[in-house]
């Protein structure tokens, strides 16, 4: 039996993506902390949808997180043939203001853990010839990002990092992918108040469009998704924008109001 793991699946675009992939008959692993949240959703998908879930309440976070999460799925024997690496957190606020254990825990969960996910899944996707790896980036990883360094950081390795690993498996069934939402409302919006910053300044895509738009293109040979006409523009007009402007740019949008 097949199964999608989604992580992050408690909430905004992981919860949508849950429903999405159940409503189109995908049996599901969904790892997140809150197993309250996961026993609820389980229950609600498998009577909606009549499919099978598993549910993973665990830490996924850093190395061991991502091990953790991989062994316990393994030891139940179950096959993952698309993988969508969406847990993720964020700060708005100066670097030098923020704790550093805040920094390393951004890079622990948006790097490292779908970093480990990824070559521990693709080993298994390569041996059974074919599979799907999904890693949720953001528009925000095609420059850099004041008030938000590390996090643009971290979103930039995403997607550099993707690209760089669907180059090496082109020649095989397996396909690795970053899809790059701009600015959406999800818990990572409301819980660091970005709102009076970027989210003040652009339109904000609801976490269910962003779900949507990645099952429509589950079978996209694109390396790299961007969601949104107007995100893609902006991509394509910061191509003609010396850096220093942009990074001022950016700076000045992201200044609470």
């Not at 999608?4 to 049996?27: D, V, W």
């Not at 010839?129 to 938000?148: H, R």
């Amino acid at each position: 039996m097949k199964y999608t793991l989604i992580t992050g699946a408690s909430s905004g675009i992981g919860l949508h993506l849950a429903h999405i992939f159940a409503k189109n008959n995908h049996n599901l692993i969904l790892a997140a902390r809150n197993k309250d949240v996961l026993s609820l959703l389980k229950e609600n998908l498998e009577s909606l949808y009549k499919v099978n879930v598993k549910i993973m309440p665990l830490d996924i976070a850093g190395e061991a997180g991502a091990a953790n999460l991989y062994e316990a799925i393994r030891k139940e024997q179950l096959r993952v043939d698309i993988l969508i690496n969406n847990a993720g957190i964020g700060y708005h606020g100066k670097f030098l203001e923020k704790e550093s254990q805040s920094d390393l825990d951004m890079i622990n969960l948006n790097i490292i853990t779908p970093t480990i996910l990824t070559k521990l899944f693709l080993q298994d996707m390569l041996k059974i010839g074919g599979g799907k790896i999904f890693n949720i980036a953001s528009t925000a990883g095609f420059q850099s990002g004041p008030l938000m360094s590390v996090y643009y950081g971290t979103k930039s390795y995403l997607i550099n990092f993707s690209e760089g690993v669907a180059e090496e498996v082109r020649d095989s069934n397996v396909k690795v992918i970053a899809l790059c939402p701009g600015p959406t409302k999800t818990s990572f919006e409301k819980m660091n108040r970005i709102e009076k910053g970027l989210f003040k300044n652009f339109h904000i895509a609801e976490p269910g469009d962003v779900a949507k738009y990645l099952y429509k293109n589950i079978d996209t040979n694109k390396d790299v998704l961007v969601h949104g006409r107007l995100n893609k523009f902006m991509i394509f007009l910061t191509k003609f924008i010396p850096r220093k402007i942009n990074l001022n740019l950016i700076k000045k949008i992201q200044e609470k109001k």
